[in-house]
């Protein structure tokens, strides 16, 4: 069975367009061809005649009729001659020439007459000899005609025609052709794709698009799809191990909440002993709505909506603000909070979410510097090819530069920093917030301690 699919394809279609496009090219070019090759043998005969009834009217105007008829016979009698010549009497009697009648045909305006050369010899295809000529009358009242026969012309102009015509089918067959194996291998790539699309769809999210390696257009299309296909798979990852990591985070606070409770209801009598119970539970509800609402910053940093309420953010100003925020918390903890403002950076962010961010630094700062160390806040920027940072160091254990990458996953803790008060998620929304600016998060060692930044991309004032 023939494969009609085929011809109801785009790329089909696409190609017959082309096809159609390219024949009516092809017909102006053979038209072209015809009419500077058929039409010039035309053309040409209609001069050569024009030519030859100059000479004869010069004769007669000479040598009058008897000169004439000398020239006419002469010519006349020239063997294998396409030149016809008649001169006739007032009365259209044949005085002289190679044809034995005046011809039955009536002139147009200018004189041309065609017609057929009766006596002629019969052709072997058995085709007729036909003629075109000039017949005028002389001073006197005799008539002259000067023709030739078009036979071998007309055999020439039907050669050239067949020649075209079967250029031209070969033209459309192999057009036709040529469609119909591009439209196969189009389709044959882009049924692979659809092949591996609908085993996507029933599952197998491993399965990716086959890339030839040429570089074409399906070769790209191919390489985004798997591309966007990598890039749901690691969101899906990412949510399934945010998933079991919250399943997992959350059971031990609600089973110690849980337990608590019971412990109370059963052991306790005292007034003291259930109001300390209930402030136990409200600090491990707290926490709790600590990770929900860290982990709904970092969903809101990570969908990108909050862009389109971008405005002019003073980043030294937040760090005072947050600075300030911190002091108190430094002194109890027996460190030292200093901030050093070496410039005025303004850039493009959401004030609330900045400030979130410097200030999970400052509190893991704070959180891992020992007693007597030393915190700084520095703004900066831009200077050279460097654009606006605010970054926080510390004197504390720091982080690994093998984990550094680690830590801004979700729940993601140090074995070193598990004894501290904590849920892994203050780095990560630090990250998102830097990513939603188009920031970079660094970290380097403080040799001893860690420095994280923050750093915005450069903006040239153009």
Not at 38 to 66: C, K, M, S, V, W
Not at 160 to 165: P, Y
Not at 226 to 239: P, Y
Not at 247 to 262: F, M
């Amino acid at each position: 069975m023939p494969d009609l699919g085929l011809l109801r394809t785009t790329t089909f279609r696409v190609a017959l367009l082309y096809l159609g496009l390219f024949l009516a090219s092809v017909l102006v070019i053979l038209g072209l061809i015809y009419w500077f090759t058929a039409g010039f043998i035309e053309r040409q005969t209609d001069e050569t005649i024009a030519a030859e009834i100059a000479g004869l009217r010069e004769h007669y105007r000479q040598r009058r009729l008897p000169g004439l008829i000398e020239v006419v016979n002469a010519r006349s009698a020239t063997p294998r001659t396409n030149t016809l010549y008649l001169v006739a009497s007032p009365t259209y009697a044949p005085l002289a020439g190679n044809l034995s009648a005046w011809p039955d045909a009536a002139p147009d305006s200018d004189g041309w007459v065609e017609f057929e050369i009766k006596d002629a010899a019969p052709t072997p295809d058995g085709r007729r000899h036909d003629a075109r000529a000039v017949m005028f009358t002389l001073s006197g009242g005799y008539h002259l005609l000067v023709g030739r026969d078009t036979r071998e012309r007309g055999q020439f102009q039907e050669r050239v025609l067949i020649s075209l015509a079967w250029a031209l089918l070969l033209t459309v067959g192999l057009g036709a052709a040529g469609g119909v194996l591009i439209s196969r291998n189009v389709m044959h790539r882009i049924d692979a794709i659809n092949r591996t699309t609908r085993q996507i769809m029933s599952g197998a999210l491993q399965e990716r698009m086959a890339v030839k390696g040429s570089g074409d257009e399906l070769d790209q299309l191919a390489g985004n799809l798997n591309a966007m296909l990598d890039q749901i798979e690691q969101l899906m990852v990412g949510m399934r191990q945010v998933s079991d990591s919250i399943a997992h985070d959350l059971r031990t606070p609600l089973t110690r909440l849980r337990s608590r409770l019971e412990i109370t209801l059963v052991e306790c009598a005292g007034e003291d002993e259930y109001r300390g119970a209930i402030q136990e539970a409200i600090g491990e509800a707290d926490r709790l709505l600590g990770i929900f609402s860290a982990l709904l910053s970092i969903a809101e940093a990570e969908a990108g909506t909050l862009q389109r309420s971008f405005h002019k953010v003073a980043l030294a100003d937040i760090a005072r603000q947050i600075a300030d925020l911190y002091e108190p918390a430094a002194e109890e903890a027996g460190l030292s909070l200093d901030s050093d403002i070496r410039a005025e950076p303004v850039v493009l962010g959401n004030q609330q979410l900045l400030a979130q961010a410097v200030a999970n630094l400052l509190d893991n700062a704070l959180k891992y510097s020992p007693a007597g160390g030393r915190v700084t806040v520095v703004v900066d920027g831009p200077d050279g090819s460097r654009g606006a940072f605010i970054s926080v160091s510390d004197g504390g254990p720091g982080i690994p530069a093998d984990q550094r990458e680690s830590v801004l996953r979700r729940f993601v803790r140090l074995e070193s920093s598990r004894s501290s008060p904590g849920n892994g998620l203050g780095l990560s929304l630090v990250d998102a917030v830097a990513r939603l600016h188009g920031a970079r998060l660094e970290m380097d060692d403080n040799r001893p301690g860690l420095i994280v930044a923050i750093a915005f991309p450069r903006i040239d004032a153009g």
